[in-house]
Structures are given as C-alpha cells and as structure tokens.
C-alpha cells in the first residue's frame, strides 16, 4: 500500500483543517489505518486510528474532542478533522496502516506517507 497525505496548511488558532490520505491498491477496506504527527525536534507521536470498517476509532489525550478520524473505503482515502486548533498542533502529520487494531504504538504502524505540513499561528 502507498499513501499520499495532503490537505495541511497554515491556520489561525482556534481554525480548523481536513487532512486526505489517499491509498493505493485494492485491499485499503482490510486495513486499519493511523495518523500520528512530528513535531521540530520531538519523537512523532499517535493521533488516531480507526479500524477497517470505519466502525471503531482511537485517539490521543491531546486531541481528543478535537479531531475526527474517518474514512470511506469506495475511495481508499481515510480523513482526519482537525478543530480547535492550537499552536502546538502545529507539526508534519503523517498517515499510515496498521497491522493490528488498536493500536497506537508507532512500532505497530507502516507503510508511511509522506507526512503533510499543519502550521497553526497564535
């Protein structure tokens, strides 16, 4: 599976953005996906996760309440809403699959998309 993130930008605190990860291949449905995030000089850390079918989804303390992981497996994309956002939501957001649900131990995640830049002003 390759995926492709998109969607980032440069946001006022408080805004709000969508991220789009785009997966190729026919068995995306099979899989259960994440998005963590890296941040300037900090280890990149679990956001969320959903399960396959889209029924099922996991977040970080931090965001929590904020953000909205999603997915619609007709177009092989999974999605994260990002509300309220602060300053230190600020970093490169990255999607990638999971090998098993849940999960949100970076060790258990793969196949790595290129990461898309969230930059939130104060």
């Known amino acids: 599976v390759q995926l492709q993130a998109s969607g980032g930008g440069l946001v006022q605190a408080g805004g709000s953005l969508r991220l789009s990860c785009a997966a190729s291949?026919?068995?995306?449905?099979?899989?259960?996906m994440g998005w963590f995030r890296q941040a300037p000089g900090k280890a990149r850390e679990f956001v969320a996760t959903i399960n396959s079918s889209g029924e099922s989804t996991g977040y970080a303390a931090s965001v929590k309440g904020r953000f909205t992981i999603s997915r619609d497996n007709a177009k092989n994309t999974v999605y994260l809403q990002m509300n309220s956002l602060k300053p230190e939501d600020t970093a490169v957001y990255y999607c990638?699959?999971?090998?098993?649900?849940?999960?949100?131990?970076?060790?258990?995640?793969?196949?790595w998309g290129q990461g898309t830049q969230v930059t939130v002003s104060s």
């Open positions: 291949g026919r068995t995306f449905s099979s899989y259960a």
């Open positions: 990638a699959v999971a090998r098993y649900y849940p999960s949100s131990h970076i060790g258990n995640f793969g196949s």
